[in-house]
């Protein structure tokens, strides 16, 4: 159950476009659709923003989408904005019903 | 409006026991996979523990197995978290959450302390 891999940071201006990537292995999110993403801003409660690798929950801006190649999954955010500020987590099932979450990703709009 | 409300973190010491509890709202509860989150000070989310619907399954990260309880009582809409043998990195803030393979909502997390 070692973590998903993420960069620790990614950064943008206004109206930018950012990719987060999150690698695993082919035992988590290389054998199963079933990756998730998740904002979360200071002393705040995680938010759903993707499920099943590209799935928008509703309510949930089109500006993120989500996508995955092999053992690695990404999350875009296009037309980056102020309030896209947080941390960002990636989530895979590893099988056996058990979860590994991504070490997160802090997200800085220039 | 679906709502979840964790309860019973604190301060215990190294050894300690302690019960979490998270009050279900606004959906049928006994229809949901639900699952404990913990994140330590300053730190990333970790996948603690899940339970189906009816109580009949469990499965826990290799960290807590067999210290740690998930349970559930459908008549009372609440999911808890029996935590024994408590260690300094258990330390962590303890979410709920509603789901299978992904999590939504989650409460807004109850503080567990161990140090002595």
């Known amino acids: 159950q070692s973590a998903l891999t993420q960069p620790a940071s990614v950064s943008g201006s206004p109206g930018q476009s950012i990719t987060i990537s999150c690698t695993g292995a082919?035992?988590?999110?290389?054998?199963?659709?079933?990756v998730s993403w998740y904002q979360q801003h200071p002393g705040k409660a995680p938010k759903l923003m993707i499920y099943?690798?590209?799935k928008r929950p509703s309510g949930v801006s089109n500006r993120f989408s989500g996508s995955k190649s092999g053992n690695t999954a990404s999350l875009t955010i296009s037309g980056l904005q102020a309030e896209d500020e947080a941390d960002y987590y990636c989530c895979s099932y590893a099988g056996s019903t058990t979860y590994v979450f991504g070490t997160g990703t802090k997200v800085t709009v220039l | 409006e679906v709502q979840l409300v964790e309860s019973g973190g604190g301060l215990v010491q190294p050894g300690g026991s302690l019960r979490l509890s998270c009050a279900a709202s606004g959906f049928t509860f006994s229809s949901y996979w639900m699952h404990w989150v913990r994140q330590a000070p300053g730190k990333g989310l970790v996948w603690v523990s899940r339970i189906n619907n009816d109580g009949s399954s469990t499965s826990y990260a290799d960290s807590v197995k067999g210290r740690f309880t998930i349970s559930r009582d459908n008549a009372k809409n609440t999911l808890f978290l029996q935590m024994n043998s408590l260690r300094a990195e258990d330390t962590a803030v303890y979410y709920c959450?509603?789901?299978?393979?992904?999590?939504?909502?989650w409460g807004q997390g109850t503080l567990v302390t161990v140090s002595s």
């Open positions: 082919s035992s988590d999110v290389g054998s199963y659709n079933l």
């Open positions: 099943e690798v590209s």
């Open positions: 959450a509603r789901g299978i393979h992904s999590f939504d909502p």
